[in-house]
């Protein structure tokens, strides 16, 4: 934690840092020289404020993402946890999609499973048996992680001020129910340009992606914003992240639950 409390209006020149980069689509250097590098609670406060900027110019949340599920990827930042950020409709693309490359700062690819709630996550105990009744079911999907701080140099209060490295997120057509498949198990490829760059299963994602959403429901409702049905959840990645170049196809295969693909297009919004 930072020696001192970092003040509102620090938090408040962190977000529009970072609101500054999008619009301009131009990275800026990182946000610790104002928020510090591991204040959870005010890289959170700078989140929630780019979030309800975003929502008064008409985005709409439609669900979470989670990041930072690896052992090794912690280590590296030197945290504990996860972290977590909002998706928005305007970063939801379906299976084949050209993705406009101006839309996605620095982007990055990694292959996941998402799943789409049909119970609220609100009350109650919380339980595996809870979380696991309130899906109603998976899909293979890409998150396109994208960075606004300028050459992914991040703590991680960078990343979790910038909305966790939200970018976009493509999900797969096919649908598998939990009584199909167990998540922990799947196994993942992620492609680019027809070369396997990035492998792994699902127990790389805190053990079981299952675990996560859990991690997610909990750490949802203490904010006061609870994970709603309806909502798509973004579990976190099954194998290392990759850049990607515009131009590029990126197919995921996550087995047995299905693939799904995209093109990072030319073209912006």
Not at 25 to 43: K, Q, S, W
Not at 110 to 134: H, M, N, W, Y
Not at 163 to 174: D, I, P, Q, T
Request: proline share 5%.
């Amino acid at each position: 934690m930072t020696d001192t409390p970092v003040t509102s209006d620090a938090v408040a020149a962190a977000a529009d840092r970072l609101r500054t980069a999008q619009a301009g689509g131009v990275p800026c250097p990182p946000v610790r020289d104002l928020i510090g590098r591991d204040d959870v609670h005010a890289a959170y406060a700078v989140q929630e404020r780019i979030t309800r900027a975003r929502r008064a110019d008409g985005s709409r949340v439609v669900g979470r993402k989670i990041g930072l599920t690896s052992a090794a990827v912690q280590a590296q930042l030197g945290v504990d946890q996860p972290d977590f950020g909002f998706l928005f409709d305007d970063m939801w693309f379906t299976d084949g999609a050209a993705v406009p490359a101006g839309s996605i700062l620095q982007p990055r690819a990694e292959a996941e499973i998402a799943f789409v709630l049909k119970q609220d996550l609100a009350t109650g105990d919380l339980s595996p048996d809870q979380v696991r009744g309130a899906i109603d079911y998976a899909v293979a999907a890409i998150e396109i992680c994208g960075s606004r701080i300028e050459n992914w140099d991040i703590s991680f209060a960078d990343t979790v001020a910038d909305n966790a490295s939200g970018g976009a997120f493509v999900l797969g057509r096919e649908r598998r129910r939990l009584d199909e498949f167990e998540p922990r198990d799947v196994v993942m490829s992620l492609v680019v340009d027809g070369e396997e760059v990035s492998a792994g299963t699902g127990a790389a994602c805190l053990g079981d992606p299952l675990a996560a959403v859990r991690w997610l429901a909990r750490r949802a409702r203490e904010t006061g914003e609870p994970l709603r049905a309806g909502q798509v959840i973004l579990s976190g990645a099954l194998g290392p992240m990759k850049p990607i170049e515009t131009g590029s196809t990126v197919q995921a295969t996550v087995a047995p639950v299905g693939t799904v693909r995209f093109t990072l297009g030319e073209e912006q919004r």
